[in-house]
């Protein structure tokens, strides 16, 4: 990859689960054994692609219907975060080179941002949990915007309180849905192979680098 497919970034903005931590597979495993009890079986794989980056609330009425009112929506998401808090503390930790990541973009005066899908409960849980929100100028989850992935709205509303343009910001995501949101945002994306091969986002055209971890980047061609 070229610097100049990497430009000047202003701002990089992170997707949470699956990216700052690879926590998807508890995620996952917290969903199937959420609808296990409601009669449904579901495959992960399957599940992970049409759900990763939706809101809490969104899924829930996928699978169970959309009649569910807000506080019943509530109820449930509470009870299917509960399982995945259960399952995912004890191996809680952010993916390899995130920190030092940080490190560098402030060293390059580059701001960051958290956007992602998850309930207020989930983004303590990993980012107060990790101590890691002193690290950031902004935080947008699923209370703060209408619509989840791949609805640009929380990268959107991410880079409005950082003060850079969309196109001066740089997505890390590891679902498909979150990269087709930042190509509907107008920004590029670098992908995280957490929990998808590098096959699955080829047809994405505003994917500027495919990594295994934060690890692999070059901070030479990042803040060129």
């Not at 640009?152 to 196109?167: H, S, T, Y």
Request: contains cysteine; proline residues 5%; hydrophobic residues 50%.
């Amino acid at each position: 990859m070229t610097r100049a497919a990497f430009g000047s970034p202003s701002a990089f903005l992170f997707d949470m689960d699956g990216t700052i931590v690879d926590n998807m597979a508890f995620h996952t495993d917290s969903w199937l054994a959420f609808f296990a009890r409601r009669g449904q079986a579901l495959d992960a794989d399957e599940f992970f692609r049409a759900t990763a980056g939706r809101q809490g609330g969104e899924i829930m009425r996928a699978y169970l219907g959309e009649h569910l009112s807000a506080e019943e929506v509530a109820v449930l998401n509470d009870e299917k975060e509960s399982v995945y808090r259960e399952l995912y503390a004890p191996h809680r930790k952010p993916v390899a080179g995130f920190e030092e990541l940080l490190a560098q973009a402030r060293a390059h005066g580059v701001k960051l941002a958290v956007g992602t899908a998850a309930p207020p409960a989930n983004v303590a849980f990993t980012l107060d949990g990790l101590d890691l929100r002193r690290h950031f100028d902004a935080i947008v989850g699923a209370t703060d915007v209408a619509r989840g992935k791949p609805h640009p709205d929380v990268f959107l509303k991410a880079a409005e309180l950082c003060g850079v343009p969309p196109a001066h910001c740089i997505v890390f995501e590891d679902a498909p849905l979150g990269v087709e949101a930042a190509r509907r945002a107008g920004m590029r994306c670098i992908v995280l192979t957490t929990t998808l091969p590098a096959a699955a986002f080829t047809a994405f055209d505003n994917v500027i680098a495919i990594v295994r971890d934060f690890s692999e980047l070059k901070a030479e061609l990042l803040f060129a």
